[in-house]
Structures are given as structure tokens and as C-alpha cells.
């Protein structure tokens, strides 16, 4: 089963979570490998956010993409609900974009997916960031 995107991109409904991700250093290298076990193992999505560690979960993302992974990676983030408005969502995803995760095929950026909350279903305010 697949998910399309506005832009008509398809990618597979179930990924890796990165929830609890980057909250302590002495699970950073168990998490890394985590990741890329499933990265090598052919899972393409990776669902990231900047709430996750405090951005520590899209750095984990970033060391896990190394070594040729990055090319082969889907990566979903989300933004606070409060960076949710114009005025902060763009600033949001310029945080997002300067972490490791971000650099991709042909400049391709991270896809995010809306602000996430109980009252804020993913998959309604779909955009990409770059």
C-alpha cells in the first residue's frame, strides 16, 4: 500500500519511526543501527520530527543516512503545532533542512507533513519544504 503525495510522488504507507530517537547519547550508535538495518533491509520511509529529542531524533536520521543511504530514504518530519502558522512554519523547516537528514537526491529536501496533534491529523497540510 502506497501514499501519494499532491506533487504525484508514491511512497510506501509504512516506514520507520523515530519516535523517543536522540533523547540520550547512550542509545545514539543502537539507534543509528537500528535505522540502518532497515534502510539496508529495503524500508524506504523514515518519519522524523523536530519535537522529537528536541531535534536530536532528525540527527540520529542524519548519522543513520550515511554511507549511501540518503539516496534511498523518504524522510517525513512534522513541526510543532505552534510553528504551525506562516510566520513560523517557514523558519521551522529551514531548522529541519540544516540538520544531517536533510541533503538529498538532485537537492531533493525533506517532505513535511503539517503540524502533528491530537486535533491535527498527519497527511492534511502536506508541503515540501524545499
Known amino acids: 500500500m502506497d501514499v501519494s503525495f499532491p506533487d504525484g510522488e508514491r511512497v510506501p504507507a509504512l ?7 536522540g533523547e540520550s547519547s547512550r542509545s545514539r550508535e543502537r539507534e543509528i543501527a537500528t535505522l540502518q ?3 539496508d ?17 532528525e540527527r540520529v536520521v542524519g ?4 554511507g549511501g543511504r540518503r539516496d534511498k530514504a523518504f ?8 510553528n504551525a502558522g506562516r510566520r513560523r512554519l517557514g523558519a ?4 529541519s ?8 537526491r538532485n537537492g531533493r529536501g525533506v ?7 491530537p486535533d491535527r491529523p498527519l497527511g492534511r497540510q502536506q508541503f515540501r519544504c524545499r
Do not use: F
Open 41 to 57: 533491509s529495503g524500508v524506504r520511509v523514515v518519519d522524523t520530527a523536530e519535537m522529537y529529542g528536541d531535534g536530536g531524533a
Open 63 to 66: 548519522e543513520a543516512l550515511r
Open 111 to 117: 517532505r513535511a507533513v503539517g503540524a502533528a496533534g
Open 92 to 95: 521551522a523547516c529551514e531548522r
Open 15 to 21: 516506514g520507520l519511526g523515530t519516535y523517543r530517537m
Open 37 to 39: 538495518l532497515g534502510l
Open 75 to 82: 524522510i517525513v518530519t512534522k513541526v510543532l503545532p505552534s
Open 97 to 104: 533542512l540544516a540538520r544531517p537528514h536533510a541533503a538529498g
